[in-house]
């Protein structure tokens, strides 16, 4: 057997092979002895079918087997020993004779295309400057993240008149033509909130008392098909063919008073006694936003590398044989229109993949297993509010999901994706130059959520 390459121009090449009989012809035979072994055929005890009827009968797909088996092993093997950095797959060449004569075999010549990946240099440190956006954490976006928290931990209580916030529980009653209840109409109760009506229709369940009743048009009240679907229990076509108003019966009114900050309002936010004061309540949110805050700072700085390192990056790709390699690796199913009007997304997609490992193997960035399982069991203890509320129990417990959920193949590429990208993204942060920009939250969020330039 032998194997050569040849460049055929850029970032092109063939891999030729050449099988002698003896590389197949021994292979073959060792086949077809078996296959005598185990064939059955009408008129001969098993294992006694003349070999000339075997091969008659199976010498042709064996060769093909065979030979299949061989072709990859030398491809894969050249490509291995050779350390040739590839893109796609190796691709058969037209020409190649495929015609296989058994009763007179000879010297069979085949040839691959491949395709090179480039060699190329990265230098972070060198051109251009990246923004990184931090959002300001002052006493003013303290305070309203405490008033948010004393919002959602406070409690209902009844009250004999409605305002703007308040929920409002009563009874929905369709409404015949003259305006009385209809006979076999639908009757639902339901909480009403402020968030459940169309926009400009905030005042209308406003000034109500308990025992008092409104009539309404439900789709000009709330608007939605699905809220309304919901407060009365029925299904999105059947709000849509609705066209009866409807009387609703003030049952109770609730208002939400903001919880105290006291030593039970700490408790259910951190975990029992971890916080024990305003002043470490207002530290303890800062340094949370900030923690939260970074992760999204860090990501949208990575992805303004990125987008720099793919657009600016100078390096060739073999581009036909890709979109020869793309054709045949889709067995037909994508017309060559449809691959060349993709093709630059495609083409984006592989410098990334480039880079991103050249990024990997010049800064020997590695992630174990055991990394992979801390990072799943720190998702769940932030979940639950963070290490101090967990016990022993519930950590053994945490640890089993994580195990369980690297057993997920997809779960593995997403969580050795994210490791790897905060790797590369702490390397970006070391070497790159930064500009970093600080602003009042709003126009942070709206920054850092904003579409690349």
Same mark, same amino acid.
């Given at each position: 057997?032998?194997?050569?390459?040849?460049?055929?121009?850029?970032?092109?090449?063939?891999?030729?092979?050449?099988?002698?009989?003896?590389?197949?012809?021994?292979?073959?035979?060792?086949?077809?002895?078996?296959?005598?072994?185990?064939?059955?055929?009408?008129?001969?005890?098993?294992?006694?079918?003349?070999?000339?009827?075997?091969?008659?009968?199976?010498?042709?797909?064996?060769?093909?087997?065979?030979?299949?088996?061989?072709?990859?092993?030398?491809?894969?093997?050249?490509?291995?020993?050779?350390?040739?950095?590839?893109?796609?797959?190796?691709?058969?060449?037209?020409?190649?004779?495929?015609?296989?004569?058994?009763?007179?075999?000879?010297?069979?010549?085949?040839?691959?295309?491949?395709?090179?990946?480039?060699?190329?240099?990265?230098?972070?440190?060198?051109?251009?400057?990246?923004?990184?956006?931090?959002?300001?954490?002052?006493?003013?976006?303290?305070? #309203?993240?405490?008033?948010?928290?004393?919002?959602?931990?406070?409690?209902?209580?009844?009250?004999?008149?409605?305002?703007?916030?308040?929920?409002?529980?009563?009874?929905?009653?369709?409404?015949?033509?003259?305006?009385?209840?209809?006979?076999?109409?639908?009757?639902?109760?339901?909480?009403?909130?402020?968030?459940?009506? #169309?926009?400009?229709?905030?005042?209308?369940?406003?000034?109500? #008392?308990?025992?008092?009743?409104?009539?309404?048009?439900?789709?000009?009240?709330?608007? !939605?098909?699905?809220?309304?679907?919901?407060?009365?229990?029925?299904?999105?076509?059947?709000?849509?063919?609705?066209?009866?108003?409807?009387?609703?019966?003030?049952?109770?009114?609730?208002?939400?008073?903001?919880?105290?900050?006291? @030593?039970?309002?700490?408790?259910?936010?951190?975990?029992?006694?971890?916080?024990?004061?305003?002043?470490?309540?207002?530290?303890?949110?800062?340094?949370?936003?900030?923690?939260?805050?970074?992760?999204?700072?860090?990501?949208?700085?990575?992805?303004?590398?990125?987008?720099?390192?793919?657009? @600016?990056?100078?390096?060739?790709?073999?581009?036909?044989?890709?979109?020869?390699?793309?054709?045949?690796?889709?067995?037909?199913?994508?017309?060559?229109?449809?691959?060349?009007?993709?093709?630059?997304?495609?083409?984006?997609?592989?410098?990334?993949?480039?880079?991103?490992?050249?990024?990997?193997?010049?800064?020997?960035? @590695?992630?174990?297993?055991? @990394?992979?399982?801390?990072?799943?069991?720190?998702?769940?203890?932030?979940?639950?509010?963070?290490?101090?509320?967990?016990?022993?129990?519930?950590?053994?417990?945490?640890?089993?999901?994580?195990?369980?959920?690297?057993? !997920?193949?997809?779960?593995?590429?997403?969580?050795?994706?994210?490791?790897?990208?905060?790797?590369?993204?702490?390397?970006?942060?070391?070497?790159?130059?930064?500009?970093?920009?600080?602003?009042?939250?709003?126009?942070?969020?709206?920054?850092?959520?904003?579409?690349?330039?």
């Amino acid at each position: 057997m032998q194997v050569s390459q040849e460049n055929t121009g850029g970032l092109n090449a063939l891999i030729r092979i050449e099988f002698a009989p003896e590389d197949y012809q021994p292979r073959i035979d060792a086949q077809l002895r078996e296959y005598s072994k185990k064939v059955s055929m009408p008129g001969f005890r098993p294992g006694k079918v003349p070999a000339g009827m075997v091969k008659k009968m199976y010498g042709k797909s064996i060769l093909v087997d065979e030979l299949n088996k061989l072709t990859s092993d030398a491809l894969m093997g050249y490509i291995r020993d050779s350390s040739l950095d590839i893109l796609g797959n190796p691709l058969p060449i037209d020409d190649n004779d495929t015609s296989l004569n058994l009763d007179n075999p000879g010297t069979i010549k085949l040839a691959f295309e491949i395709g090179l990946a480039p060699q190329f240099e990265l230098n972070l440190a060198s051109g251009n400057t990246f923004p990184y956006y931090a959002p300001i954490i002052d006493d003013s976006f303290v305070t #309203k993240e405490v008033e948010n928290y004393k919002e959602r931990l406070g409690d209902y209580t009844e009250v004999n008149l409605s305002e703007d916030g308040d929920m409002v529980h009563g009874h929905f009653a369709e409404l015949d033509s003259e305006g009385n209840t209809k006979e076999g109409g639908i009757s639902k109760h339901a909480d009403i909130h402020d968030i459940d009506l #169309k926009e400009g229709n905030a005042k209308a369940f406003t000034g109500l #008392k308990p025992g008092e009743s409104v009539t309404l048009n439900m789709k000009e009240t709330f608007g !939605n098909s699905k809220v309304i679907a919901a407060i009365l229990g029925i299904s999105e076509p059947e709000v849509d063919a609705l066209d009866s108003d409807f009387r609703f019966e003030v049952e109770n009114i609730k208002r939400k008073a903001k919880a105290e900050l006291n @030593q039970e309002f700490f408790d259910k936010l951190f975990g029992k006694d971890v916080i024990f004061n305003e002043d470490e309540l207002r530290a303890r949110i800062a340094r949370d936003a900030s923690d939260r805050f970074t992760k999204d700072s860090e990501a949208r700085f990575f992805n303004e590398v990125v987008e720099n390192l793919v657009t @600016q990056s100078a390096f060739e790709l073999p581009d036909e044989f890709l979109k020869r390699w793309l054709k045949s690796n889709n067995d037909g199913k994508v017309n060559p229109e449809d691959i060349e009007q993709n093709y630059t997304n495609y083409a984006r997609g592989i410098r990334w993949q480039l880079i991103e490992n050249k990024i990997i193997r010049d800064n020997n960035i @590695q992630v174990t297993r055991e @990394q992979a399982i801390e990072s799943v069991e720190n998702e769940f203890m932030a979940y639950m509010g963070g290490l101090e509320t967990s016990s022993d129990e519930q950590r053994g417990r945490i640890r089993q999901i994580a195990e369980q959920m690297l057993q !997920n193949e997809k779960e593995v590429n997403r969580i050795y994706g994210r490791l790897y990208n905060e790797a590369m993204n702490q390397i970006f942060l070391e070497q790159c130059t930064i500009n970093r920009i600080e602003l009042a939250f709003d126009d942070w969020a709206k920054k850092v959520s904003e579409p690349l330039q």
